[in-house]
Nanobody, 115 residues
Framework: QVQLVESGGGLVQAGGSLRLSCAASGMMLRFSSMAWYRQAPGKQRELVAG???????NYADSVNGRFTISRDNAKNTVHLQMNSLKPEDTAVYYC?????????WGQGTQVTVSS
């Protein structure tokens, strides 16, 4: 019923920027929170940034100050503005939405940062 679709990933040089977007399709729902996770080769999936329904964000220490998460509740979209990208940011980025205690995931979008 609910499908999350990420977009905006790609190849960028170190120091560059990308803006990831995630949109929910299928029905209009109010997620209690939305977040971005990432998973690099050989590593566990980790929380990058999260945002509650009230719009308060939180960030992983590794991206704090460089990434900005925002959401549009009316459109059921969430964005991740990534600035000053580093090679260690290279990963598959996944959109997550929480609804009634259940997680919904997107398919992921690849972000590759060249050095």
């Amino acid at each position: 019923q609910v499908q999350l679709v990420e977009s905006g990933g790609g190849l960028v040089q170190a120091g560059g920027s990308l803006r990831l977007s995630c949109a929910a399709s299928g029905m209009m729902l109010r997620f209690s929170s939305m977040a971005w996770y990432r998973q690099a080769p050989g590593k566990q999936r980790e929380l990058v940034a999260g945002i509650g329904s009230g719009g308060t964000p939180n960030y992983a220490d590794s991206v704090n100050g460089r990434f900005t998460i925002s959401r549009d509740n009316a459109k059921n979209t969430v964005h991740l503005q990534m600035n000053s990208l580093k090679p260690e940011d290279t990963a598959v980025y996944y959109c997550n939405g929480l609804l009634v205690g259940r997680d919904f995931w997107g398919q992921g979008t690849q972000v590759t940062v060249s050095s």
